[in-house]
């Protein structure tokens, strides 16, 4: 197979347009991948896009993961049996409303990271997740035989820098292995496309947007002009949806509206689709929106309002496009799409519970400090972090509070809740009276998801926990005792269920459920108040109840036949009595 880059795409010196979906498969269980692949060419698709996450993929520094949800060469060998060509773009930074943008956590535990820039720590370690992840991609490259076009280099850089030097370092690592073209994605318009492209080094230039298409493409256009390039016209972005935080409405986009301007780019150019799938957000991996004073993290279900659902459906939209691609592209090959089967499992009891105080120092050992230390600089990249320190004497306390914290901070003296704060309350002053001679004071510390877009993009802003201290009066509160709660599988499986319950504290509720056949589901998890979910010890993400989405999928992927254990962490004091699994979501 040949390909080239010339004013179009060409396959074998014949013109191709390519009409590629994004899904990632870090958001898909593995089981579902083929299924999703093929709605994909039911569509009228003929290429695959896929982010790869640099945080899935090394989660400890040095500690490599590309196995079960991480195992993009399987992803990629489903992708190539079924004919579909691929694009994968493994930037060290994908954005993809995911945690980071895709960076690592552990960047942060050091002091002078610099991201996105040629600092020496944030390159080296580049090159050394290169060393482990692109000899991966090597065999799937159309210059050895395989379905592989095209890799990024950087993704929408030109929305946050202008350093050519570091894209330039980034295309010299990505050829040590690659032999495929190298391209770049940005916004529609001209100061993203001069600041996050290299006209210089041939490396081809697409736009992201979502509509005005040939508003977008004309600025795509020019650009090409004013640097003597001969290029194909890509929306490497058509943002047919959009994604969803916490305590907002869902947002939709009109079908039919969505279609006719997908007609507008495929007239022109070459399209992907920003999400085919969108999939779930399992574990702590959702990013956070900068809105200015505020963050707005980004809710577990990635469902992105896409052609297919968060669990595989085909939707409204699925077929209006794929009408469009029909007429505007008669020799697209499209068929029926198939359906995700989905189950009730029922309703079970709670059968343990116990809170967390009661089993803190057996699923963490404390970390000792003189002052609070943000979730980086303990070695944790997700989860919570509880502070505790001791506070002398019978008195009231007039004025408490957190000197620069994150995300949402609950506060307890001698194991009872006196306040819990939330983005623009944390900071103000709380008052309590202290009841005995030494008293306990625990913060629980919520780290709800690191910004993936903006100019809060930078290591300064994105470590989490309490990073000044606490203040009494005017003064900061010493001797520290940090304890880690990332919830990990082996952290999970410690936990002591015979040990006290204490009401109106974060507690855990455990539940075994004997299963014959496996199947996709929904927690219903709208009577809960604020938490997450485990099965068989993996986490399957957030839920809170101030919505948009009151369940959370959980596919036949982590179920197993015969015994499954289901502990919930609930933060917010609410006793949990069953579990009820149901066919299909509680949407706002």
Known sequence: MKFEIKEEFYLDDQPLKLISGAVHYFRIPPTQWEQTLRNLQAMGCNCVETYVPWNLHEPKKGVFDFEGMADVTTFLDIAEKLGLFTIVRPSPYICGEWDFGGLPAWLLSDSKMRIRSQYPGYLQ???????????????????????????????????????????????????????????????????????????????????????????????????????????????MEFW???????????????????????????????????????????????????????????ITSYDYDAPLTEWGAPTEKYFAIQKVIQEEIPTAQTTEPLYPQLVSLGIFPIQESVGLFSVLDEISSPISNDYTLPMEYLGQNFGYTLYRSQLMEKRRIEKLKVIDGLDRIQFFVNQARVATQYQDTIGEEITFDLTEEQNELSLLVENMGRNNYGPKLVAETQRKGIRSGVMEDIHYISNWEHYCLEFEPEQIARIDFSKAMTPDTPAFYKATIALEQVGNTFLDCSSFGKGVVFVNGQNMGRYW????????????????????????????????????????????
């Open 240 to 298: 047919d949806g959009w994604f969803n935080s916490w305590q907002k409405k869902i947002i939709r986009r009109d079908p039919q509206e969505t279609a006719e301007e997908v007609r507008e780019v495929i007239k022109r150019g070459s399209i992907n689709f920003y999400m085919f799938q969108g999939g779930t957000n399992y574990g702590f991996y959702n990013g956070s929106s900068d809105a200015g004073v505020r963050n707005e993290p980004q």
């Open 545 to 588: 109840n101030e919505g948009p989405v009151k369940t959370l999928y959980i596919p036949d992927y982590f179920w197993r036949k015969g015994a499954n254990e289901v502990i919930v962490f609930e933060t917010e004091g609410i006793p949990i009595d069953e579990l009820r699994f149901l066919q299909s979501p509680i949407m706002e």
């Open 125 to 235: 370690a580049i090159t050394e997740y290169y060393e482990q992840l692109l000899p991966k991609l090597v065999p799937y490259q159309f210059t050895h035989g395989g379905h592989l076009l095209m890799v990024q280099v950087e993704n929408e850089y030109g929305s946050y820098g202008e350093d050519k030097e570091y894209l330039k370092f980034l295309v010299k690592e990505l050829r040590k292995y690659l032999t495929v073209p190298l391209f770049t994605s940005d916004g529609g318009w001209r100061e993203v496309l001069e600041a996050g492209t290299l006209p210089e080094e041939d490396i081809l230039a697409t736009a992201n947007f979502g509509s005005d298409a040939n508003e977008n493409f004309a600025w795509l256009k020019r650009y090409q002009e004013k640097n003597n390039l001969i290029a194909p016209l890509m929306c």
